[in-house]
């Protein structure tokens, strides 16, 4: 389990000491590559909660001051408010940073959002993810970032993932920093993986992949808030770094589209992100589905789809096969086709795997039906009474009277088309139609395989 969570990110702890304004914001480069004052025209993520949880976040930090609400220690020692480890300070404010002075400090991809810390170890130093999902979700949380990781997955955190999937609420989670394997809470089902790539857009050697990767982000000589030595700010590789970034994506879009279920979020990010160079066929186990591209996901026709989007079903979630069938509209830079400025869901809502009707007219039209049918069984026993006395009164034989045994009763049923072969009837093979199956396969398998 992460009981005794690493965090994932290497930090070099190459601190940047009486770092001038040019330097934190020269930088940050992956700002240069997000391209920040377009983003922004659409939304700077206003009205979206992200939890961060990790090694707790400073809220006294100048970039972070009034932006950081009050958090949660599972331990009970308080531990949300980091200021020991720079690292959760650091990953929030790539989220939320809003520089100071003039041109001040690290500017964050979404910097309208409220961030919410969590620290993730719980009594005695055990595992306090589980309960730290738990609790972002009960307090509003739309997106939750966990730049951590681990060889495995308790119970608790399992069942705390499928938790926020049931409540509607997107987990970001680091990939890994050993260029093996991801690892856990990213590998689970129902996360959103990340990977790091170099300011050349090339994936990070020690970012660690697999089949569960959906996105690739900016992590790699990362510039972010911090005490680092003498220094407020550091520089840091790792997927820890481009966690966050992803986790801000997906609060633009929410903000943006608040209607869209946590998997139509991951849907938009994933078929809206930049391909990278060289790579002919997506997913990619060290890329996923590419680099992360906030304003293409903010602005791009993309089709809503299902609730479930590109996130494996979580395990402890049985959909009964009646997961949300794929929605024909089209979110754009203003909503959806069929609802402007929305899209499709209910925000707040948990994505509905099964919706019952509440209208009486099914009950109204069936018993109308009812009646309907009683009438013309009561008439037809009547004239079949008439008939049978009108028959009796005739010998067999004889005009009007019953046939001899044995003669012809009427014309012969009529033909029947051979087996298979009725009009309209599926034939074996059919393909159904574009979209995400209805019922999921079991296990871990991206629905977009082989795009």
Request: hydrophobic fraction near 35%; proline fraction near 10%; include cysteine.
């Amino acid at each position: 389990m992460l009981g005794a969570t690493t965090l994932t990110a290497g930090f070099l702890l190459t601190g940047l000491p009486a770092a001038s304004a040019d330097q934190v914001r020269d930088g940050q480069w992956a700002n240069q590559y997000f391209n920040l004052s377009k983003v922004w025209s659409i939304t700077r993520g206003e009205g979206v909660t992200v939890a961060v949880i990790d090694s707790g976040v400073n809220p006294n930090h100048p970039d972070l001051a009034g932006h950081v609400l009050p958090g949660y220690d599972p331990s009970g020692g308080g531990n949300e408010v980091g200021t020991a480890n720079p690292h959760g300070t650091g990953v929030a404010s790539l989220i939320a940073g809003q520089g100071h002075g003039s041109g001040d400090g690290v500017v964050g991809l979404a910097p309208g959002v409220k961030i919410l810390p969590i620290y993730k170890l719980g009594p005695g130093g055990a595992g306090g993810i589980g309960e730290g999902i738990k609790w972002a979700v009960d307090h509003d949380a739309k997106v939750i970032n966990i730049s951590q990781g681990g060889p495995d997955l308790s119970a608790r955190e399992k069942d705390a993932i499928a938790y926020a999937y049931q409540h509607d609420v997107l987990i970001v989670a680091a990939a890994g920093n050993v260029g093996a394997g991801v690892d856990y809470p990213a590998k689970a089902p129902g996360v959103l993986a990340v990977g790091a790539v170099a300011k050349d857009l090339k994936i990070w050697p020690k970012s660690n992949f697999g089949p569960e990767v959906l996105l690739s982000a900016p992590g790699v000589r990362i510039v972010s808030a911090g005490d680092c030595g003498t220094s407020q700010y550091c520089m840091d590789d790792g997927t820890s770094f481009a966690t966050p970034y992803v986790a801000a994506a997906a609060a633009l879009v929410r903000a943006k589209f608040p209607k869209l279920t946590a998997g139509q979020v991951a849907e938009r990010l994933v078929k809206s992100a930049a391909r990278p160079d060289g790579v002919s066929k997506l997913p990619d186990q060290h890329y996923g589905y590419g680099v992360v591209s906030p304003y293409e996901a903010l602005t791009m026709n993309i089709p809503t789809g299902a609730a479930q989007g590109p996130l494996a079903l979580p395990e402890g979630v049985d959909d009964g096969g009646s997961s949300p069938a794929a929605s024909q509209g089209t979110t754009t830079g203003g909503g959806s086709s069929t609802d402007p400025g929305s899209g499709l869901g209910n925000p707040g809502a948990a994505p509905e795997l099964e919706q019952s009707s509440t209208s009486t007219m099914p009950l109204i039209l069936g018993a109308i039906g009812g009646a309907v049918v009683l009438l013309i069984v009561i008439i037809a026993i009547v004239v079949a009474n008439s008939r049978r006395r009108n028959r009796s009164q005739s010998l067999p034989g004889q005009p009007g009277g019953p046939a001899p045994y044995g003669a012809p009763q009427g014309w012969p049923p009529a033909q029947q088309p051979p087996y298979g072969q009725q009009p309209g009837a599926p034939q074996y093979g059919q393909q159904p139609p574009p979209g995400y199956p209805q019922q999921p396969p079991t296990g871990y398998q991206n629905p977009y395989q082989g795009q």
